[in-house]
């Protein structure tokens, strides 16, 4: 049963500390997407991979938040620092291209700051 | 501005009865529609539509899209408490598969017994 996992999937920091997420994505898939979801905003996404190049991280503010894919098999989501507003859960989805696909969603890291 | 939204924001049923969730879209270059339900955790997929009129069914859901028009429908019959969940409505655009989707921001589906 492929899945997307994800880690952590809690995390609660003070304000200032650097935020490590990390993405699995499902073996194969070529396409690996940040989203962010509040309350107030819904889902929105952050950056997107295609074959572990970045192709669009026009959601992302530039000056805390990067985003990488070291390898095929991880992806990851960084904030430094992080601030009280980036309080949210953060998911990340995988698909296989370049036909249409179906992005299957990973359980998401819920991330407070204090 | 491209948006998709989704009507009703929430809506309270009885076990049994029938739903019927709403979503409209203003998006150039349209390519797909895709449902999903969220639980407390991931949203999985449900449906993805890209032709008008054709419908698509699974066990109780069943979903349709009209591109002339810009909507969508999702139709649950029969429901059952564990319909209980946020439906999202999405889409993507753009020539190729590969592009994030564009979500509304759900309808919060209570079934009570």
């Known amino acids: 049963d492929a899945r997307v996992t994800q880690t952590p999937r809690h995390k609660v920091t003070e304000m200032g500390q650097e935020v490590t997420m990390r993405c699995q994505p499902i073996l194969g898939h070529n396409t690996v997407f940040w989203y962010r979801q509040t309350m107030m905003q819904g889902l929105e996404l952050l950056a997107y991979f295609r074959n572990r190049a970045p192709l669009d991280d026009s959601g992302m503010p530039k000056d805390r938040f990067s985003a990488e894919m070291p390898d095929a098999t991880l992806a990851t989501l960084k904030i430094q620092p992080s601030e009280p507003r980036d309080s949210a859960v953060y998911f990340c989805?995988?698909?296989?291209?370049?036909?249409?696909?179906?992005?299957?969603f990973g359980p998401g890291t819920r991330l407070t700051v204090t | 501005e491209d948006k998709v939204v989704q009507s009703p924001l929430s809506l309270v049923v009885h076990e049994g009865d029938t739903v019927t969730l709403n979503c409209s879209y203003e998006v150039t270059n349209f390519r797909s529609l895709l449902w999903y339900k969220q639980e407390k955790k991931a949203p999985t997929f449900l449906f993805m539509l890209?032709?008008?009129?054709i419908e698509k069914k699974s066990g109780r859901l069943s979903s349709i899209l009209d591109k002339k028009e810009l909507f969508s429908i999702l139709n649950i019959t029969a429901t059952q408490t564990g319909d209980s969940a946020i439906y999202l409505c999405?889409?993507?655009?753009?020539?190729?598969?590969?592009?994030?989707?564009?979500f509304g921001k759900g309808t919060r589906l209570s079934v009570i017994a």
């Open positions: 999405a889409l993507t655009q753009g020539d190729s598969g590969n592009t994030p989707l564009v």
């Open positions: 989805a995988s698909g296989q291209g370049p036909a249409l696909f179906e992005q299957y």
């Open positions: 890209t032709s008008s009129g």
